[in-house]
């Protein structure tokens, strides 16, 4: 059987959005961690995600929204494990050589902008706030992921109205069926 650890962004995700629904709907979603909300600080998130992936050998698919596409390139840097794939939803576009402000609540070094060890599927938005269609698409070019175009689904959050999300449970499951 496959684990499915879902990879938090910065915020703590309502009850509807559909990473919340996924979890209560199905005992294979496991969090990699509980989301804790701000500040997001990747080293904190990098070891809770080690910690999951090594705490089984079964292998595993991440499914990440938002800065938990940070949090995966970044662990694809520093661990290896039993990771068959995963699933990069809305990354935030941080620009190379960007640095936090003193009113930031994201500490992150550099993103990586290298080829993950793994399969990639990464969803992107034609009107995401957090990253132009473009940007993404590089996202996707320089960590060797598939670009799925999402359209005009904004952050893929509840505020963007996502909720039931039936296109990601299709994307989930290729990754499972795929080999």
Excluded: K
Excluded at 81 to 101: M, Q, S
Excluded at 104 to 110: C, L, R
Excluded at 151 to 161: F, K, Q
């Amino acid at each position: 059987m496959t684990r499915l650890l879902l990879v938090p962004g910065r915020g703590v995700p309502l009850p509807g959005h559909w990473s919340r629904r996924w979890a209560a709907a199905d005992p294979r979603y496991r969090w990699a961690p509980e989301p804790p909300g701000p500040p997001y600080r990747a080293d904190e998130r990098v070891a809770a995600l080690q910690a999951a992936v090594a705490a089984d050998d079964e292998p595993a698919i991440l499914v990440a929204h938002s800065a938990g596409c940070l949090t995966v390139a970044l662990w694809a840097g520093r661990h290896t494990g039993p990771v068959r794939a995963t699933l990069l939803v809305t990354p935030p576009y941080l620009d190379p050589g960007w640095v936090p402000g003193p009113d930031d609540d994201v500490i992150v070094g550099e993103v990586p902008r290298v080829p993950l060890p793994f399969r990639s599927i990464l969803v992107a938005s034609r009107n995401d706030p957090h990253a132009t269609f473009a940007e993404s698409g590089a996202y996707a070019r320089q960590w060797g992921a598939e670009l799925y175009d999402a359209g005009e689904a904004g952050h893929l959050d509840t505020a963007s109205g996502y909720g039931p999300w039936p296109a990601g449970e299709q994307l989930v499951d290729r990754l499972l069926t795929d080999r």
